[in-house]
C-alpha cells in the first residue's frame, strides 16, 4: 500500500520500522554496533554517516508525516538547524530569517554567522512583504518559524514558499511548535522542513534530538556537510524516539484539545493580559492558521498584568510544571525572558514582543478540569500576594 494512502496513527505506528527477521518481535530490534562490514556489502554503514539500520528507518517514518522525500535524525534540534544552513550558506551568501523566532536559533545566527562570514537581515514583521524587502542580490536561503516560539506569530507559509521559488531561492521552515500532525509545510511549496524532535516527536521529555525533512537531493546536501561535523544521534536514542512516535498523532491530538479549551479560559480571566494562542478568533492571524494548519497545536503563551509577578505565579502551580523544554506529555510553563531568549539582550527582546510578563504554556494531556483548577487557584493565591 502507498504510504500517501495510509493514515497518520499507521504511519506513526509502522513506517520505518525494522522487521524483526530473526526472532519476529512486535517492535523495531536496536542495532547499537559502531562497526559494520564493508566487505561485499552495497551499504557501507557507519554511525556518523547517519545510514546505520535504526537510523535510517527513523528517517523514513519522519519523511513519510512530513510528506517528503528523504529526512536526516540530528543530536539535537540545533545541530538539525546549524547543520541545514551551513549546507546551503557560504561565505558571501545572505540569509533572510523571521525576526520572531526560537531565542537559540537567533543567538546561533548572531554569533556564528560573523565568523563564516555570513551576512544576515531578520524581518521588520512576519508578512510577505517583510521577506520581500529583506532579499539581496545574494540571499541564498529564507528561514521562517510558524507558528513562532513563543508569540506564536503566523506567517503565511504558501506566500514566503513561492516568493522563494521565484527568486531562486531555498526556503526552510522549524515546523516545531506545529508538529507534522498539524502542519505539513512541504505541501505548501517549502524546501526543507526542520524539528526539534526533543519536543513533539520525542514527547516524553526524556530525549534530545532534531530532524530535517525535504528532497533527496537538499538532504544529499545536508548530509555531505554533516559526515563532517558529527551531528548524529545514538541508535539507543533513535530507537527511544521511533517508539515515541508511535503515539504521536494521539499525543498531540490531545494536547491539541485541552490547549483549545485552556486559550479561552485564559482569555477571559481577569489577571491575564493577553493570550497568543493561533486556534483563538481574536488571533490577528487566526484565518491564515486555519488555512495552513490541521489544526491549532498544544502551544500558546500569555501575559500576565502588571501587578502579578510572573516567577511567583509558577511558584504557586501544583500540577503544571516550572520546566525548560516543551511539548512532553506534562503541562509545563516557562518565562522565555529567562530561559529561550535569556541569551538575548533586553533591547532585542522588547525589539520582538518578549516581555517579562510572557509565560509559555506546553499543554499536556492531563484532564482540562484539573490544568484550569491548578491555573485558577495559582492564579487567585498570586494576586493575593502580589496586592497584599
Not at 527513523?58 to 540545533?78: P, Q, R, T, Y
Request: charged residues 20%.
Amino acid at each position: 500500500m502507498s504510504k500517501k494512502k495510509l493514515g497518520t496513527n499507521t504511519i506513526c505506528t509502522h513506517v520505518g520500522e525494522i522487521k524483526d527477521e530473526q526472532f519476529k518481535g512486535a517492535i523495531s530490534p536496536i542495532y547499537l554496533s559502531t562497526s559494520y562490514e564493508f566487505d561485499n556489502v552495497d551499504i557501507k554503514r557507519y554511525p556518523r554517516y547517519f545510514n546505520t539500520p535504526n537510523q535510517e528507518h527513523l528517517a523514513k517514518k519522519i519523511a513519510a508525516l512530513e510528506h517528503a522525500e528523504d529526512a536526516l535524525i540530528f543530536a539535537s534540534g540545533m545541530a538539525a538547524i546549524s547543520h541545514m544552513f551551513l549546507a546551503f550558506l557560504q561565505k558571501g551568501d545572505h540569509l533572510v530569517v523571521q525576526n520572531t523566532l526560537y531565542g537559540g536559533t537567533s543567538n546561533f545566527i548572531r554569533e556564528q554567522f560573523p565568523k563564516y562570514g555570513i551576512e544576515y537581515t531578520f524581518t521588520d514583521g512576519c508578512h510577505v512583504s517583510d521577506f520581500e524587502a529583506a532579499i539581496q542580490a545574494n540571499t541564498k536561503l529564507i528561514h521562517i518559524e510558524t507558528p513562532s516560539n513563543p508569540l506564536l506569530t503566523i506567517t503565511d507559509i504558501k506566500a514566503v514558499a513561492n516568493l522563494a521559488k521565484t527568486k531562486g531561492i531555498i526556503s526552510s521552515i522549524d515546523n516545531t511548535f506545529a508538529s507534522p500532525i498539524n502542519q505539513n509545510p512541504i505541501d505548501f511549496g517549502i524546501d526543507l522542513v526542520m524539528h526539534s524532535a526533543t519536543k513533539y516527536l520525542g514527547g516524553h521529555s526524556d530525549i534530545l534530538a532534531g530532524a530535517v525533512a525535504g528532497s533527496k537531493d537538499h538532504i544529499k546536501r545536508i548530509w555531505n556537510v554533516s559526515i563532517s561535523l558529527g551531528g548524529s544521534l545514538s541508535d539507543f536514542t533513535v530507537w527511544m524516539l521511533e517508539r515515541s512516535m508511535k503515539t504521536l498523532a494521539l499525543r498531540v491530538r490531545a494536547q491539541t484539545k485541552n490547549a483549545k479549551k485552556l486559550a479561552e479560559f485564559l482569555e477571559n480571566h481577569s489577571a491575564i493580559a493577553k493570550v497568543n494562542y493561533p486556534g483563538l478568533k481574536s488571533h490577528p492571524d487566526y484565518k491564515l492558521a486555519k488555512s495552513q494548519m490541521h489544526d491549532f497545536g498544544g502551544m500558546m503563551s500569555f501575559e500576565l498584568v502588571e501587578g502579578i509577578d510572573a516567577m511567583t505565579f509558577q511558584k504557586q502551580l501544583h500540577l503544571i510544571k516550572s520546566s525548560m523544554s516543551l511539548a512532553g506529555i506534562e503541562s509545563t510553563m516557562l518565562l522565555p525572558s529567562e530561559t529561550s531568549h535569556a541569551l538575548l539582550t533586553q533591547d532585542q527582546r522588547d525589539a520582538v514582543g518578549i516581555s517579562n510578563q510572557l509565560i509559555r504554556f506546553s499543554v499536556g494531556i492531563e484532564s482540562f478540569k484539573d490544568l484550569k483548577s491548578d491555573i485558577a487557584q495559582a492564579l487567585s493565591k498570586t494576586k493575593t500576594t502580589s496586592f497584599a
